[in-house]
């Protein structure tokens, strides 16, 4: 009798956690849609981020340990990424300017956490240097593709698999937004990207651009994680800045200047968007910084 209450239980606390993974891969979910806000970060505040990079990095050994944990995280942020994306398809088709304005106010509110956590194992001047390089580099790669080279995404499997890529690197580089690397990355089509490409595929749940977008992530996944581990552990600081250096560049590119110089109330409503997504940025930052303490 006592051994079956305790079979019970046991099973009880299982269903129990596998619910609560299940919430916080939904929170990770929709939060990791939200330009600025890195779904590997997300993972570090819900104390997933170690059992995802264990098991990415030795499936064999850790599966045990680690797939109960990471199986039901990634159904969470399934359904969350899916309820996110038609929310996300339909704001950036109604009101695209203050939609990437929010979005632009998100990545700004997440600038202090990024440093905050690229600033842990100290700061030297390699560090600054690699962010400025960063953001030197990736500015005038997307200035150049776009005046001078007139450069526009003709979406296909290859740029799909791109978007598997961005993804996959989000996760395993905390601090990293897929979004931001998308949203530059302009199709021609009025004046969608590869971020909404990615959004309306969610939602649509269309499996010809799903299948390379997984194949793309799986790939990067495969070819990347232990390098990317052994970055982070080795040249943390110079690693970190530099991330900092790519999502500020790529920020600056989206700004829709054109739409504030449209009028005064244009330009204010604009403002009130991006200082919302400043707000929201600094309330995960919040959580962020007392999961570091706890």
Known sequence: MGNKVSGESKNTFSLRMLIIYIICGIFIGVGAELPGISGGVLCVIFGIYRPIMDLISNPIKTFKTNALIVIPTFIGVAIGMFLSAKVLVWLLE???????????????????????????EGRG?????????????????LILLKFVANF??????????????????????????????????KTGESGGDLYQILNSAISELDISILVFIGIGAVVTIVLLAKPANWLMKNHYSVTFHAIIG????????????????????????????????VGVSLVFGILEKKNAKE
Do not use: D, H
């Open 94 to 120: 109604t009101y695209p300017n203050q939609g990437t304005c929010l979005f632009i106010g998100l990545i700004i509110g997440m600038l202090p956490s990024l440093f905050r956590e690229a600033g842990q």
């Open 152 to 185: 526009t995404v003709a979406p296909n499997f290859g740029w799909y698999m791109f978007i598997g890529f961005a993804m996959a690197l989000s996760i395993i580089i905390p601090g990293m937004s897929y979004s931001v690397v998308l949203m530059p990355f």
């Open 125 to 141: 001047k390699k560090s600054y240097v690699s962010m400025g390089v960063a953001f030197a580099v990736i500015l005038g790669i």
């Open 246 to 277: 790519i999502v500020i560049a790529a920020t600056a590119f989206i700004i829709p200047f054109e739409s504030f110089a449209e009028s005064v109330n244009s330009a204010w409503i604009n403002l009130a968007c991006a200082a919302v997504g």
